[in-house]
């Protein structure tokens, strides 16, 4: 039980605060109102650093279905854990949507477009191509496995309390670098239950909430974090 509260409340913290921050930056008469790109991926990466920090220590702070199913797929994770983990993670996801919701409640009737209110909750491609989308989902998420194992099997980054920043830090350059084909879910939670969390709710002339899409955010990330464990652990061994 405290592993699963770990999770559930890292991953209400990550989607709180990343989707708080998509939310400021897109919702009409937000203080941040069109702040842009940069401080998109500048709040998502501490947002995933927070989240760490909060948890880590406690549930190892997966907060992310990829996460938990490439470790376990390369060894170092139980397999039997997996089940708590993936549902503490979905649900924890689907309370931070619940949250932004309320935090920002004034400003969804402010908002015209449909299309800026699901984009708080989820992702959606800039450019509509299955296939180069969910290769862009896969190659994101495998290099933010690749980049969590190299950071957390290096002692000096795990014995300085660094690595959870560290991980922020990978968070942004995939952002930056990699995320504005498809907004880099990255992770099946972070997208799939704010986008159930969209569907539900009362929002003001929200519009559909992109089901054709959804699978996409859902199945790059896990193959891809399979793939980036597996090739890091096949070079390093590790």
């Known amino acids: 039980m405290k592993l699963f509260v770990a999770e559930l409340i890292g991953t209400l913290l990550l989607v709180l605060l990343g989707d708080g921050v998509v ?3 897109l919702l009409r008469r937000s203080k941040a109102e069109n702040s842009g790109w940069m401080v998109i991926t500048t709040g998502w990466a501490m947002a995933v650093a927070m989240a760490v920090y909060a948890v880590g220590k406690i549930s190892g702070g997966h907060i992310n279905p990829a996460v938990t ?3 376990a797929a390369v060894g170092k994770f139980a397999w039997r854990d997996v089940p708590a983990y993936l549902a503490a993670q979905f649900l924890g996801a689907f309370l931070g949507a619940v949250l932004v919701w309320l935090v920002y409640f004034p400003h969804w009737r402010e908002t015209e477009g449909g299309t800026e209110k699901l984009a708080v909750f989820s992702t959606a491609p800039a450019i ?3 296939v180069a989308n969910l290769f862009t989902e896969i190659t994101g998420t495998a290099v933010l496995l690749f980049g969590v194992l190299a950071i957390t099997g290096d ?3 795990a014995a300085s ?5 560290l991980i922020g830090l990978l968070v942004w350059s995939i952002g930056l670098s990699l995320g504005a084909p498809t907004g880099y879910a990255i992770n099946p939670a972070r997208d799939l239950a704010p986008r159930l969390a969209h569907a539900l709710l009362p929002i003001p002339n929200k519009g559909g909430s992109d089901w054709g899409y959804s699978w996409i955010p859902v199945i790059g990330p896990l193959a891809g974090g399979i793939v980036g464990a597996a090739v890091y652990v096949k070079l390093f061994g590790a």
């Open 23 to 25: 939310a400021a930056c």
């Open 69 to 71: 199913l490439a470790l």
């Open 128 to 130: 509509r191509n299955p």
């Open 155 to 157: 002692s000096g980054a």
């Open 161 to 165: 309390g660094l690595a959870p920043l």
